[in-house]
């Protein structure tokens, strides 16, 4: 079976990425889900894409942790938006996130540098 067109090329976070790719936008200011999906689509360079069905159940098991905390205000549309911004124990899951996901990373990378003779 072909894949579809717009999935070809898709990409699937590790279990948990999510999550700290949204604690890592919010580090920089609180947003409303869409410029959340758009920060981590720009930093990415267009790589990373997070469907709505992904991002919303994501902020709402962050908010329920108290990683984040939400209130509705008004978007640059003057639309009626909910933004969600960092508490404090959100910045240092984020940082013990960060910590594991440079190990992970670079086991990966080494892993894949890795080159064995094959038996």
Same mark, same amino acid.
């Given at each position: 079976?072909?894949p579809r067109?717009?999935?070809?090329?898709r990409?699937?976070? $590790?279990? *948990?990425?999510?999550?700290?790719?949204?604690?890592?936008? @919010?580090?920089w200011?609180?947003?409303? *889900?869409? *410029?959340?999906?758009?920060? &981590?689509?720009?930093?990415?360079?267009d790589? @990373?894409?997070v !469907?709505?069905?992904?991002?919303?159940?994501?902020?709402? #098991? @962050?908010?329920?942790?108290? /990683? $984040?905390?939400? !209130? /509705?205000?008004?978007? !640059?549309?003057?639309q #009626?938006?909910?933004?969600?911004?960092?508490t404090?124990?959100?910045?240092?899951?984020?940082a013990?996130e960060?910590? #594991? /996901? *440079?190990?992970v990373s670079?086991? &990966?990378?080494? @892993?894949?540098?890795?080159? #064995?003779? !094959?038996?």
């Amino acid at each position: 079976m072909k894949p579809r067109e717009p999935y070809r090329n898709r990409i699937e976070m $590790v279990q *948990g990425t999510l999550d700290m790719l949204i604690l890592q936008t @919010l580090k920089w200011g609180a947003q409303h *889900g869409y *410029g959340i999906g758009q920060a &981590i689509r720009a930093g990415s360079e267009d790589v @990373l894409r997070v !469907e709505t069905g992904s991002l919303y159940p994501a902020l709402h #098991r @962050l908010e329920k942790q108290g /990683w $984040v905390k939400s !209130e /509705w205000g008004q978007s !640059e549309n003057k639309q #009626r938006a909910k933004y969600y911004a960092l508490t404090a124990a959100g910045r240092k899951h984020l940082a013990a996130e960060q910590s #594991r /996901w *440079g190990r992970v990373s670079a086991a &990966i990378a080494s @892993l894949m540098k890795t080159q #064995r003779s !094959e038996a």
